[in-house]
């Protein structure tokens, strides 16, 4: 079975911490997203990557950096972690957009 | 511009009732594909359906049915006998063949309550 997976299902931090959520898929995917999600926001895009060492910005990447050192994974990074980034996190990977996105989890980080 | 509008953001109907969510798109693309995924309380997207924009033929899924129209831009879901598993929030989903970019604009989603 196909599987995006994301490290951790519920998470706290103290605000000012560095944050690192993990993500690892094992459909040899090109592409990889991370959104977050907020009630009434929907999903937003923070950063996407179509291969090993890219990255590029989405619609909301501020307070956040993205790594990206092997094909099946794709880290999140919050550099100092606030308590507007409390909110529910969602890795995404895809082979072709078209073909849409295979989904993990979600982690629900809460700054404190 | 891709846009993909979900008008209703939270309906609650009576168990066994029918129920339609409603999605409207813009495209200026003469490919594209859309899609639905279901968000359960458990958090994960699921997949649920893709369409191109070739093929208008309705589709029906065991309680579930899609309904596109291209001639009104919408690519309505319809959960006919409704029950309580279907309780979640569901996305329509817009993807555009030219936008080589890979990226899949998402409504911004109908939190769908089943009540017993």
């Known amino acids: 079975d196909v599987k995006v997976t994301q490290s951790s299902r519920y998470l706290v931090k103290r605000t000012g911490e560095k944050v690192f959520l993990e993500c690892v898929q094992d459909?040899?995917?090109?592409?990889m997203f991370w959104y977050r999600q907020d009630p009434g926001l929907g999903l937003r895009l923070i950063y996407f990557?179509?291969?090993?060492?890219?990255?590029e910005k989405g619609d909301i990447p501020e307070g956040y950096s993205v790594s990206r050192e092997k094909k099946e994974r794709f880290s999140l990074i919050l550099e100092s972690a606030s308590t507007n980034q409390t909110s529910m996190y969602l890795c995404?990977?895809?082979?072709?957009?078209?073909?849409?996105?295979?989904f993990g989890s979600g982690t629900r980080l809460t700054v404190v | 511009a891709q846009k993909v509008t979900q008008a209703q953001t939270e309906i609650s109907v009576v168990e066994k009732e029918d129920v339609t969510l409603d999605c409207v798109y813009e495209?200026?693309?003469?490919?594209?594909?859309l899609f639905w995924y279901k968000q359960p309380p458990s958090g994960e997207l699921v997949f649920l359906i893709r369409?191109?924009?070739?093929?208008?033929q309705n589709e029906i899924s065991g309680r579930y049915s899609w309904n596109f129209q291209k001639s009104t831009s919408s690519f309505n879901f319809t959960i006919t006998a409704s029950q309580v598993v279907d309780s979640a929030v569901y996305f329509c989903?817009?993807?555009?063949?030219?936008?080589?970019?890979?990226?899949?604009?998402f409504g911004k989603g109908t939190r769908l309550h089943i009540l017993p």
């Open positions: 459909m040899d995917h090109e592409n």
């Open positions: 990557s179509y291969d090993v060492k890219m990255k």
């Open positions: 995404a990977s895809s082979w072709d957009g078209i073909y849409g996105y295979t």
């Open positions: 989903a817009l993807s555009e063949e030219a936008n080589r970019d890979d990226k899949i604009i």
């Open positions: 369409r191109n924009s070739f093929d208008e």
């Open positions: 495209t200026r693309d003469t490919t594209y594909y």
